[in-house]
């Protein structure tokens, strides 16, 4: 019982407080408006264009923080209020899916290594709760706990390369916003804060699936 509420109930609260808190936190600063009245669309261009890109689509998206950059598509997707806003937190948001782009033109290594990791990554994902079912539901089989042992240290593996590339991506974002003028430096306090509060959601996305993984090698030995 200790083992579970360690690897698993605990880092279930922590993924629950980063998603509060980053909602809470976007909520704030989507109401606060820059002085510059750039929109996030404007913004994300502008920061790509500083770095010498000029081939990348951007587009509006459906959904609240649903904003991703597509390497394969050269595609940048901002949500609504992100698109057409000109808050501190869709600036932010739009320079750090800027800063996406810019990594992958310049071959950024944690990039390009998860980008190699998706498709197994998606693999495991889907085979992942018919091998929980399975393996400690079911029928206790070792093959199928062993499988999902697996399937946890790949999602663990690439949970773990998702970190330097988000926050690379947020410090590009905040030096691009403040060193073209988009935003005064007493601005960047917002940016600063809606970027870090969306940063705990990966760590709280990792520390999860670590926990799952050292929880099957250790702790049902309890």
């Given at each position: 019982m200790s083992s579970i509420i360690f690897f698993i109930i605990i880092p279930i609260i922590v993924g629950l407080w980063a998603q509060m808190k980053v909602k809470s936190t976007y909520g704030n600063y989507v109401l606060v408006p820059s002085r510059g009245r750039i929109t996030g669309r404007e913004a994300a261009q502008a920061v790509m264009e500083s770095a010498g890109i000029y081939d990348v689509e951007i587009v509006e998206c459906h959904g609240t923080l649903t904003d991703h950059y597509d390497p394969n598509k050269k595609r940048l997707a901002l949500s609504q209020d992100n698109f057409q806003g000109s808050s501190l937190a869709a600036l932010g948001v739009a320079a750090h899916e800027a800063g996406h782009a810019i990594q992958h033109k310049q071959a950024y290594a944690p990039l390009n290594l998860r980008m190699a990791l998706v498709p197994i990554t998606s693999i495991a994902s889907q085979a992942l709760p018919f091998v929980?079912?399975?393996?400690?539901?079911?029928?206790?089989?070792?093959?199928?706990?062993?499988?999902?042992?697996?399937?946890?240290?790949?999602?663990?593996?690439?949970?773990?390369?998702?970190?330097?590339?988000?926050?690379?991506?947020?410090?590009?974002?905040?030096?691009?916003?403040?060193?073209?003028?988009?935003?005064?430096?007493?601005?960047?306090?917002?940016?600063?804060?809606?970027?870090?509060?969306?940063?705990?959601?990966?760590?709280?996305?990792?520390?999860?699936?670590?926990g799952w993984l050292l929880y099957m090698l250790l702790g049902n030995r309890d």
């Amino acid at each position: 019982m200790s083992s579970i509420i360690f690897f698993i109930i605990i880092p279930i609260i922590v993924g629950l407080w980063a998603q509060m808190k980053v909602k809470s936190t976007y909520g704030n600063y989507v109401l606060v408006p820059s002085r510059g009245r750039i929109t996030g669309r404007e913004a994300a261009q502008a920061v790509m264009e500083s770095a010498g890109i000029y081939d990348v689509e951007i587009v509006e998206c459906h959904g609240t923080l649903t904003d991703h950059y597509d390497p394969n598509k050269k595609r940048l997707a901002l949500s609504q209020d992100n698109f057409q806003g000109s808050s501190l937190a869709a600036l932010g948001v739009a320079a750090h899916e800027a800063g996406h782009a810019i990594q992958h033109k310049q071959a950024y290594a944690p990039l390009n290594l998860r980008m190699a990791l998706v498709p197994i990554t998606s693999i495991a994902s889907q085979a992942l709760p018919f091998v929980m079912l399975g393996g400690f539901m079911l029928f206790h089989s070792p093959m199928l706990i062993n499988l999902g042992i697996a399937i946890y240290l790949i999602l663990t593996v690439f949970q773990l390369v998702t970190l330097p590339v988000e926050f690379d991506a947020s410090k590009r974002a905040k030096a691009q916003l403040v060193g073209l003028g988009i935003i005064d430096q007493d601005e960047l306090v917002g940016v600063n804060k809606t970027l870090d509060a969306a940063a705990y959601t990966y760590v709280a996305a990792f520390v999860s699936s670590l926990g799952w993984l050292l929880y099957m090698l250790l702790g049902n030995r309890d």
